[in-house]
């Protein structure tokens, strides 16, 4: 069974940073895709960022480029979100999801993703 717990979110203020942080357990993730999400009050589940375990594909939202980075240590089976220039509109639920199929390019689709974890609140204060 698969388990994503993330961690590191807050409340920050305006251009601040903070980094996400995305435990796995319970798989060999070497062939799987690691994804954030993130999902504002009233809004629809969106894509941030996700990154293959191997790390050589990357692929993020325009929103967040610039600002977001997105990591992963394979050694501690832990992917990243390191968040700078934090806005207001940043403020969200973000999730951890991970995608088991393997594919050409790293998906930004919420239905690739199979396993997710249970969320870290970002709050950014203007």
């Known amino acids: 069974q698969v388990q994503l717990v993330e961690s590191g979110g807050g409340l920050v203020q305006t251009g601040d940073s903070l980094r996400l942080s995305c435990a796995a357990s319970?798989?060999?993730?070497?062939?799987?895709?690691m994804g954030w999400f993130r999902q504002a009050p009233g809004k629809e589940r969106e894509f941030v960022a996700a990154?293959?375990?191997?790390?050589?594909?990357?692929y993020s939202a325009d929103s967040v480029k610039g600002r977001f980075t997105i990591s992963a240590d394979n050694a501690k089976n832990t992917v990243y979100l390191q968040m700078n220039s934090l806005k207001p509109e940043d403020t969200a639920v973000y999730y951890c999801?991970?995608?088991?199929?393997?594919?050409?390019?790293?998906?930004?689709?919420?239905?690739?993703?199979?396993?997710w974890g249970q969320g870290t609140q970002v709050t950014v204060s203007s």
């Open positions: 999801a991970a995608d088991p199929t393997p594919r050409t390019m790293v998906s930004g689709r919420t239905y690739d993703y199979a396993y």
């Open positions: 319970g798989r060999t993730f070497g062939n799987y895709a």
């Open positions: 990154i293959s375990w191997s790390g050589g594909s990357t």
